[in-house]
């Protein structure tokens, strides 16, 4: 599966193919998460960090046509401690009610190539866990 059509041409072709940078299936090959990496420095002081409403709307129109809760931008984490250790923030959506959107942080300043590895893994174990829990998410 490479991607999605968002739509329909009147002659029936397919048009404006959807490509997200990774998709995580659940256990019954339902897409649990999209994610999309952007290579932008972003603003840590501002209560959005600085990240566009383009970026915002892709994801959230990638998990709607994957028809998924969970949406992921991943940014490089460039400075302080989020550049040696990484970080995840997550936000509930108001529309479309209980979407999950998280904002991941990878460590650009570890001299460790694991540890993307290693903040990937436990993201994605922690969010198989939730969702196990709670399987409607």
Do not use: C
Request: proline content about 5%; glycine content about 6%.
């Amino acid at each position: 599966l490479r991607g999605r059509f968002f739509f329909r041409s009147d002659s029936g072709q397919s048009v404006f193919e959807a490509i997200p940078d990774l998709i995580i299936n659940d256990n019954t090959k339902k897409p649990l998460l999209i994610m999309d990496a952007k290579w932008k420095k972003l603003n840590r002081s501002s209560k959005s960090f600085g990240i566009s409403k383009d970026d915002i709307h892709q994801i959230i129109s990638y998990a709607a046509l994957f028809n998924t809760q969970h949406a992921a931008l991943v940014y490089p984490a460039t400075s302080g401690t989020e550049g040696k250790t990484g970080k995840t923030i997550e936000f509930t959506s108001i529309m479309p009610k209980g979407m999950k959107l998280y904002i991941i942080f990878l460590p650009m300043l570890t001299e460790n190539p694991q540890s993307h590895h290693d903040i990937l893994s436990d993201f994605l174990l922690k969010l198989r866990v939730e969702n196990s829990k709670h399987p409607h998410n």
